[in-house]
Nanobody
Framework: QVRLVESGGGLVQAGGSLRLTCDVS????????MAWFRQAPGKEREFVAG??????RYKTSVKGRFTIDRDSGKNTVDLQMNSLKPEDTAVYYCAAIPDEMGLPLSERHYDYWGIGTLVTVSS
């Protein structure tokens, strides 16, 4: 059974930092690219960052503020979020896709999802 479990969300003031972690089990971690998406109230879910064997990709608005990395020994993928802004407020989701599929921006291509963790950035 594949499980993706996010943690690390919470309430933070603008300018602060949070680190999200996604614990992955039940799949061959090295064979999958991993991504973070987010969904703000009333908006569609959007790609934030992704990491695969030979590439990392970021949403333009988070470049230079967010960093994605993965630990193959622990089967985790982290999202370090710095200089947070109120517009970063959303539920953040971890997702997995076979590595050969690349890092598409559309959520419909991803095979597995976590249930999400809420990030709230106050002004």
């Amino acid at each position: 059974q594949v499980r993706l479990v996010e943690s690390g969300g919470g309430l933070v003031q603008a300018g602060g930092s949070l680190r999200l972690t996604c614990d992955v089990s039940g799949l061959s971690f090295s064979s999958y690219a991993m991504a973070w998406f987010r969904q703000a109230p009333g908006k569609e879910r959007e790609f934030v960052a992704g990491i695969k064997s030979d590439n990392i990709r970021y949403k333009t608005s988070v470049k230079g503020r967010f960093t994605i990395d993965r630990d193959s020994g622990k089967n985790t993928v982290d999202l370090q979020m710095n200089s947070l802004k109120p517009e970063d407020t959303a539920v953040y989701y971890c997702a997995a896709i076979p590595d050969e599929m690349g890092l598409p921006l559309s959520e419909r291509h991803y095979d597995y999802w976590g249930i999400g963790t809420l990030v709230t950035v106050s002004s």
